[in-house]
C-alpha cells in the first residue's frame, strides 16, 4: 500500500502541470483552479488503494477533478454566487501583443462554453484523451461525449472564426 | 454523397479505423469542401493546442508540491468525521469527509464510548449530533477566546446560508475539536475530530483546528469571522438569523 502510494506519488508530480491545466480549463481562474488541484491531490492520497494501477493515473485524477468541480459549481448555485464570464475581461487587459490576444481569445471563447462542452473539448482536444477514455472520466457513454464535443466545437468555430479562417 | 462533421471531427481525432480513414480521404480528394472542412477543424485543434501549451511549463506553486508530499493525513492522523452529511450545506469536501467518516467512525466511537465524554457534550437526535450541557452552554453564552475553560470557542463566522456556527475545542485527555452551527434553537455538530491523540504518530496540537475543519470552514463561511463587537452582538440576541 505505502509502495503504492509513493508511485503515485511520484507520478503525480510528473503530471501536475497538465492536472493544473485541465482544472485551469474548468474552473478558468488560476487560483481557483489550484484549489481544485489541491483538493483531487488530497483526495487521491486518501483514496490511492481505490486506483488501478492498470488504468491510467491521468484519466482517473481528471475525473477526481471533474467531480471535485462539480460540486464546487454545485456550491456556488446553492449560495447563489455566479461566476461571472466579464471577469475575464480583467485578465485579458488590453495592452498586449497581437499573440496574446489570439492566445486569450481562444481561452475566453472556451471560457464561454457551457460546463460539459468545455470539458469534453479540454480532454479530447487539449489532453489528448480518445473518445473512450474521456466518456469515463465524465461518466457518460461515448455518443453523449462526442455530440458534446461537436457541439463545443461548432461553437468554439463561431467564437473564432475570424481566425480560424485566416489561418489558412 | 454528404458526410457528417462528427465522421470528420473522429477523423481528425484519430478515432476512425481503417476502413473509415480510408473512406474520408478519398471524399477529401473528390471535394475541395470536405478538405476545408477537415483543415477547419484541424486548426482548431492547433488553436486550442497552442494556447493551453504554455501553462504545462508555468511552474508548479508550492502548496501544490506540498500537498503532493504530504502525508494522507486528513484521515490518518486527525480522526475527522463528519456526523452527517448536510443536505443544504454540503461541503465541497463531503465526499472525502464521508470517506474519512467511514474510516474514523469506529474510531471516534470508541473514543466517545471509552471516555463517555458523549453524554456530558453531545447527544444523538436523528441521526445528528447536537451539543448539550457544558458545550450547548459554552456555545450559547462563552465568547471565543477565553482560555482556561472546559470548552475553548475558536471563532464564530455565518454560512452562505445565514447560519451562525462556532469552532471549539474540548479539553480533556482526548481532545475533541469540532464544529457546531445553530439550526431551530439548538446547536447541531456536522463535524467532530479527535485532536492531541498521543497514540498517533505525532502528536497534534490540541488547540489547533484540523486541517479538514479549517477547510471547511473556509469553504462554507461567508465573509469573514465575526468581530468582537458582532459576535457579542450576536450572543445577546440568541444566535438567531
Redesign the interface.
Known amino acids: 500500500m505505502s509502495e503504492l502510494?509513493e508511485i503515485i506519488?511520484e507520478q503525480?508530480?510528473e503530471l501536475?502541470?497538465?492536472l493544473?491545466?485541465f482544472a485551469?480549463?474548468l474552473a478558468r481562474h488560476e487560483a481557483d483552479a489550484?484549489d481544485l488541484?489541491?483538493?483531487a491531490?488530497?483526495?487521491a492520497?486518501?483514496?490511492?488503494a481505490q486506483w488501478d494501477p492498470q488504468s491510467r493515473l491521468d484519466s482517473w485524477m481528471f475525473s477526481i477533478i471533474r467531480?471535485?468541480w462539480i460540486?464546487?459549481i454545485?456550491?456556488r448555485r446553492?449560495?447563489?454566487s455566479q461566476v461571472d464570464v466579464d471577469e475575464l475581461a480583467e485578465v485579458v487587459g488590453t495592452d498586449v501583443t497581437g499573440e496574446q490576444i489570439?492566445?486569450m481569445s481562444?481561452?475566453t471563447a472556451?471560457a464561454r462554453l457551457p460546463e460539459e462542452q468545455r470539458t469534453a473539448?479540454?480532454l479530447?482536444?487539449?489532453e489528448g484523451l480518445?473518445?473512450k477514455e474521456a466518456a469515463a472520466v465524465m461518466s457518460v457513454p461515448i455518443g453523449t461525449l462526442?455530440?458534446r464535443?461537436?457541439r463545443g466545437?461548432?461553437a468554439?468555430?463561431a467564437m473564432?472564426s475570424p481566425?480560424?479562417d485566416t489561418?489558412? | 454523397m454528404t458526410i457528417p462533421?462528427?465522421l470528420l471531427?473522429?477523423y481528425v481525432?484519430g478515432?476512425l479505423d481503417a476502413p473509415q480513414r480510408a473512406e474520408v480521404e478519398r471524399a477529401m480528394a473528390a471535394d475541395p469542401q470536405v478538405a476545408l472542412r477537415v483543415?477547419?477543424?484541424q486548426?482548431?485543434?492547433r488553436?486550442?493546442?497552442?494556447?493551453?501549451e504554455?501553462?504545462?511549463?508555468?511552474p508548479?506553486?508550492e502548496?501544490?508540491?506540498a500537498?503532493?508530499?504530504?502525508p494522507?493525513k486528513?484521515?490518518t492522523n486527525d480522526n475527522v468525521t463528519q456526523i452527517k452529511p448536510r443536505t443544504?450545506?454540503?461541503?465541497?469536501?463531503?465526499?472525502?469527509m464521508a470517506?474519512?467518516a467511514s474510516l474514523v467512525a469506529g474510531v471516534l466511537i470508541t473514543l466517545l464510548a471509552t471516555h463517555s465524554t458523549r453524554d456530558d457534550w453531545m447527544t444523538t437526535h436523528n441521526g445528528s449530533l447536537i451539543a448539550r450541557g457544558a458545550l450547548a452552554s459554552a456555545l450559547a453564552s462563552q465568547p471565543s477566546g477565553v482560555i482556561n475553560a472546559p470548552v475553548q470557542l475558536k471563532f464564530s463566522f455565518k454560512t452562505?446560508?445565514g447560519e451562525y456556527c462556532r469552532s471549539f475545542v474540548i479539553r480533556q485527555q482526548h481532545a475533541l475539536a469540532g464544529l457546531a452551527c445553530r439550526e431551530g434553537g439548538e446547536w447541531r455538530v456536522p463535524m467532530l475530530a479527535a485532536v492531541g491523540n498521543e497514540t498517533g504518530q505525532y502528536r497534534q496540537a490540541a488547540s489547533e483546528l484540523p486541517s479538514a475543519i479549517a477547510q471547511w470552514i473556509d469553504?462554507e463561511r461567508?465573509g469573514d469571522v465575526l468581530t468582537t463587537e458582532e459576535e457579542h452582538a450576536a450572543l445577546r440576541a440568541g444566535w438567531g438569523r
Open positions: 502510494l506519488r503525480l508530480g501536475l502541470p497538465r493544473r491545466r485551469r480549463a489550484d488541484v489541491q483538493l491531490l488530497e483526495r492520497l486518501t483514496r490511492a467531480n471535485a460540486d464546487e454545485r456550491a446553492r449560495r447563489g489570439d492566445v481562444v481561452q472556451m473539448v479540454s479530447v482536444l487539449i480518445s473518445y462526442t455530440s464535443l461537436a466545437r461548432e468554439l468555430q473564432l481566425a480560424t489561418e489558412r | 462533421d462528427e471531427m473522429a481525432d478515432e483543415q477547419r477543424q486548426a482548431l485543434r488553436q486550442l493546442q497552442g494556447a493551453f504554455p501553462m504545462l511549463s508555468e508548479v506553486p502548496r501544490l508540491l500537498a503532493l508530499r504530504a494522507a486528513p484521515v443544504h450545506i454540503t461541503s465541497s469536501l463531503s465526499q472525502w470517506l474519512a452562505h446560508t469553504s461567508a
